[in-house]
């Protein structure tokens, strides 16, 4: 589209490409799709995550980020994250917009930080500067006066421990928590969200969305296992942190493979119970524990990359889609095999 | 001996090792030794040790670990306490049986992240697998139902401040704390244990041994300074994470000498303080201290070795015992030296 | 001064320039001015910063750490820090120099190993060191009973929340919150010893006085914004990280410029909401923030810094003053402009 090629049509398409980094897709439709799903939601935290990911990239260019990584929506998807999480919070009102600015520039910073962390490593920041800063920026106002900063926080969205016993859940309870899996990645908890947000992965990616299908079962079928209450099961919230596990870690930074595929349902797995870790060491502190799990499972399994020659990881920078990955390694492989060596 | 040329014996000689190595000893018979030893405390954490370092160390092969690092039990000692660990703290039964073989699988992950993380800096991984995982897999539980996961964790068996006033330990309170301070490595309090886990050091590295024991004395001495109950002195609370800084520092990962003695000891008596700041960090969580304070201590000291001129740290892949560590060195400065110039 | 080549000289230089480091002035005039300033608030602070001092160096000797960091005061400034801090939380009496000397050999182990984590990015350890050590042997002492342990720590001195309601601050809150900005470095709540550190910044550079005073205001000035409680205000509480902050950002470790400037000011800011998370985080713990918000921000502003291609970072080891850093650029760049090609 020639918009795109326009400066305002390629800011656009960078905010539009960050919103869709938020689940790990670097394409503009995705993000339009997932903005929308937050717009039917609500339509306020809709408008914040406009404006946290306009400032997050505006601050990355002002500081002079390589544009590269800025285009790919890579220096956004923190800023729409941490404005939805502080909007979803705090008590709202004109000040909290200048609170999400100040919070939306500071998480390029981090964000940049975090980078030359893990870059070295072959390993992407994932969503891990938003967490840091929506921490920072939730528990800092807890010990001052402004923006209801006493009263935030009190009704942290976590998992809680059944207290009416392990019930079995109803169909109903699997498909609302299904979606909700999705919708809890954006912060919200609605189906038409869910369902948003499934469409938006389909269009960049076909394996990406069946990984993070499977992802929403496995986490509710695990925090089924381990005795979950139907309002953690049906609300979505031990499935978010595992549908991110398992766009990131099935296909996408690990080439597919039936081994990679089960690593990733693992994985996932394994998320679940890091959700639950975080959701008890956050208690007496009272924050939320966003998508913590994620980045630290995904991490955890990336980090060790190098160690496992059984599967084979993608670097950050070449990863796109899963089909995208497999196609241009067979493309290197093709190019190695003397296939024409009989023309000669 | 030719059982260990056969698959079936190279698998028993890497897990025998793989328990040897808990308390850094590479060395099947004092794996065999230890886990006697914990058999003595109590058949099913035992049975639980096996389990877990079995399940560890088959992850490890599956994902493709390279089989050298394998082979010396590198990736099953971890197992060996996550499986002990969640043991100890969680309702026992069937469905414990499952959980311990999820969180053994997701150790080897951890392990291979950390070892990715600290190899570069010549640093080992020590426990440090064990005590996250354990940490997640504990914490994890006590936002689900399953498993008695909210009643889990009630008793940490952290060291508590006195609350009857400094009391001088009697001879009696010497002798068990000095052996529970081994046998804590194991999360086990017998003499038994203890008296087999020195035993098990002593078959493979006297300097060893007289390094652990002077590190359960020297955990003893500085908790009694620093006015411990005598439950935490005679429980060998102390001693553990002193036993274990004073083996990996005296002569392991430190050449020894008169002054990486010194270090060795006074970095035995801070572990006992990091001990107690762990207890208390931890305290409203409810979680174990597990042998972080080892793992902590031991790295800083490890670290920081680039920066000690006068110390001479030992490569992890080259590190055997204390005593193989000084003849390697001594036979590369005989190469160096041309004694052999005259016959030329 | 010929006293300075003497042995005695020497060291005594060595430990006035590691007082200075703890605001990050290599003089050891401004860290004569700085001792001064602390002995006017409590002559025994200052005995025991300079206690704290003397022990880290003298560690850092008896390891081996190369002389020329050591003679620039970068292993003594920690030392100060914590036996300040040790002396301000725990019951004072014999048995407390005794932990001050333990906790000060302590710190040099956790100094080089930070130095060794963060100086392969060409960042600085700031006192991130002093934080570490000092949370550890504070929050050690409450699992034991010596030094009055479990009463320690009663009064911690964070930031409390406004209970009053946001008032306005009268200019001799401004006036005493401008200085304790300064004081609360070196933990002392005395308007002289602010005056002292200002005085004694500034005879070593006026950009980083400059820099120092912005800070102190920027501090106040947020934590107004955010509705901290006037004794936060007045008491310097919400400034000393910010001034800090401004030093290390303002011209040492980032050249200075129109733009490094507005991000030194927007970091400063941040470095108030910082501290007030790790007073969230810290509450249930019982620990003091210390100066944990200023290396957390700073660090991420300077690992960040590989991706600011409009800011120009100093490495570590090449920063000495604001002014000496422009102008040994604008020398290389002289000596890089063929400006005498025509006189060939």
Redesign the interface.
């Known amino acids: 589209m020639a918009l795109w090629k326009s400066p305002v049509g390629g800011f656009v398409d960078t905010v539009l490409r960050g919103v869709g980094q938020v689940l790990l897709q670097n394409n503009p439709l995705s993000g339009a799709i997932f903005l929308a799903g937050i717009f039917v939601s609500s339509w306020v935290a809709g408008l914040y995550a406009l404006l946290g990911t306009v400032v997050a990239t505006g601050t990355a260019l002002?500081?002079?980020?390589?544009g590269a990584s800025v285009r790919q929506g890579l220096y956004g998807f923190n800023g729409t994250l941490t404005a939805i999480g502080l909007a979803a919070y705090v008590t709202r009102g004109p000040a909290l917009v200048g609170y999400v600015v100040?919070a939306c520039?500071?998480v390029t910073?981090?964000?940049?930080?975090?980078?030359?962390?893990v870059n070295s490593?072959h390993v992407p920041t994932l969503t891990a500067a938003f967490v840091a800063t929506a921490?920072?920026?939730l528990?800092?106002?807890?010990?001052?006066?402004?923006?209801g900063?006493?009263a935030a926080l009190t009704a942290p969205r976590?998992?809680?421990?059944?207290s009416s016993?392990?019930s079995t859940p109803t169909p109903s309870d699997l498909l609302f928590g299904f979606f909700h899996g999705f919708a809890e990645v954006m912060l919200q908890t609605s189906v038409w969200t869910g369902v948003a947000l499934l469409v938006g992965i389909l269009v960049n990616s076909r394996i990406s969305a069946i990984a993070a299908a499977a992802g929403s079962l496995i986490g509710f079928g695990v925090?089924w296992?381990?005795?979950?209450?139907e309002t953690t099961l049906r609300g979505g919230l031990a499935g978010y942190n595992a549908v991110l596990t398992a766009i990131a870690l099935a296909g996408l930074y690990y080439l597919l493979s039936y081994?990679s595929a089960l690593?990733a349902a693992?994985?996932a797995?394994?998320s679940?119970?890091?959700?639950?870790?975080f959701?008890?060491?956050l208690?007496?502190?009272?924050?939320p524990t966003l998508t913590a799990p994620f980045v630290v499972t995904t991490?955890?399994?990336?980090?060790?990359?190098?160690?496992?020659?059984?599967?084979h990881a993608v670097h950050p920078e070449d990863a796109t889609t899963p089909e995208a990955n497999l196609r241009s390694v067979s493309r290197r492989w093709d190019s190695l095999t003397p296939r024409n060596a009989g023309t000669r």
Chains 1, 2, 3 share one sequence.
Do not use: H, K
Not at 62 to 66: E, F, K, R, T, Y
């Open positions: 002002l500081v002079g980020v390589p100040f520039s500071a910073i981090v964000a940049a930080a975090i980078y030359n962390f490593e921490w920072v920026f528990a800092g106002l807890r010990q001052f006066g402004a923006l900063g006493a976590l998992p809680t421990r059944s016993g392990a925090a296992g381990l005795g979950a209450s081994r690593f693992v994985a797995a394994v679940v119970v890091v959700e639950g870790m959701g008890t060491v208690a007496p502190v009272g924050l991490w955890l399994c990336l980090f060790a990359a190098s160690s496992f020659t059984r599967l």
